[in-house]
């Protein structure tokens, strides 16, 4: 018996175990899955949101005629219709391009709200917001959106008949000072293709009314 | 060319090895020790039994053996072990992501609370009984009323009249002239809806002391929560002599009366 022998056998397993590890193969293995942990920890950096994503709504996507619920207020959309001039009870305005009259109904879960004015996203992802040559006054805007309560109302648009087609309308809150990331919205396709537009644009109403009886 | 340059690797028979300039090696000079006598090292005089160590290492004899080390069972718990540590591992991990999400979120909701929310010292008002916020006597009541003709809602809908008795009872409040708040009814859920104030003939510079001054609204709410909704608002601390050109200034506003006050008529 010597002394080497009588140390405790914990020690040679252990070099055993470190010899094991640093094998070639393990060690390749250990560098791809470093690789590949970086790789990943580079591509989830690309998904940071930016600010502007962060502020961005979140859109509830419905079709017409359904209630589409964004949390904070359900909306509906009801029917749309497109028009040469817009009568109101002071004057009548006329357009070269259309006007576009969305009806919509809405309700909220909680608390009353006014909703903004709402914006056109056309096929191609063009932004047309609302007319301002109709006085907000008579838009849905107006109206309280008040819990379990549904009131209605028409938007005007003031667009060329050539966005129509796959055009898609969208509901929101009025902006307000305070950013609020997530803040919900309501987009409504309005469900024309190619056909239905140039049908609907080909016979747009001469004159649409907006004066209360 | 001799015939001998191309063998290399002979020795060279009339040269010395060592260059024959160098002076015969010889032991640096000892003066306190005679040069020990030769011994023989290599191969060992005696020769070891097998399993021998050949390290002049001398053998400790005298002290207790180390415990013994229960070799087998501890080989097989190693890579339970191993698991376990990275189970460990894995989970902190995931309790670090989620405490840091957690913090993340709760800052951001202290921000909303304290961006979005004012203040709120609630004063509940039992039914026919008077409520006081800054000095001032409040009296509310909340009564069906008949639809307008013409509106555009249907029977789901019921139509509620606001009364609203404003009396001063502290010279000190005179001035607030102001029309309170977040005039709102709420049921039982917390759902709330909004109540639209009638045009009301009031002084603009002081109430008189005493003196009742009613404030009338109207308010829709579905008829299921009609006989449930409570009438809460938050009356205004403004002053009427408050001067205008010093509402934007920083101390004007921190010298403001909080209006944290709300009133919350009970039904």
Known sequence: MTATEERPPAVPARRGRRTGRGSGGSRLLNGAIGLLLVGGAIGLQT?????????APLTYVGDKGANVDAGRFTVRLNSF???KAIQSSSKTMAT????LIVNASAKSSLKPYHLGQPVLLTGDDRRFAATDRVDSGSTLAAAWVQPDIWVSGAFFFEVPASVLPGARVVFGLPPSALVEPYRPEVEIDLGLD???ARKLAAQPQDVYSIVKK | MSAN???WFSPRKNRRRDGGSWPPLTPPPSRSHAPRPDQQVWPPVTREEPGGSTQPLPKVRDTAPPPPVPAEPAAPPRPARRRRRALLVAAGAVVLACAAIATRTYDGYLFYEKVATDETRLISVAP????KAHGVEWKATVAPTKPPAGNKHGADVAWLKIDIREKVVDQGSATMIAEP?????QDRAGRTWTVELLDADRPTDRLDVGKEYVLEGVAIVPVRVADEVELSFRPSTYRSDTPTEDLFKRDTVAALEPNSEVLRFTR
């Open chain 2, 181 to 185: 708040g977040e005039i709102q009814l």
């Open chain 1, 47 to 55: 998904l940071y949101l930016s600010e502007n994503d962060y502020t």
């Open chain 2, 5 to 7: 340059e191309g063998d």
């Open chain 1, 96 to 99: 070269d391009n259309l006007f």
């Open chain 2, 128 to 131: 026919g009984q008077s409520g």
């Open chain 1, 194 to 196: 190619e056909e239905g």
């Open chain 1, 81 to 83: 219709a497109v028009a």
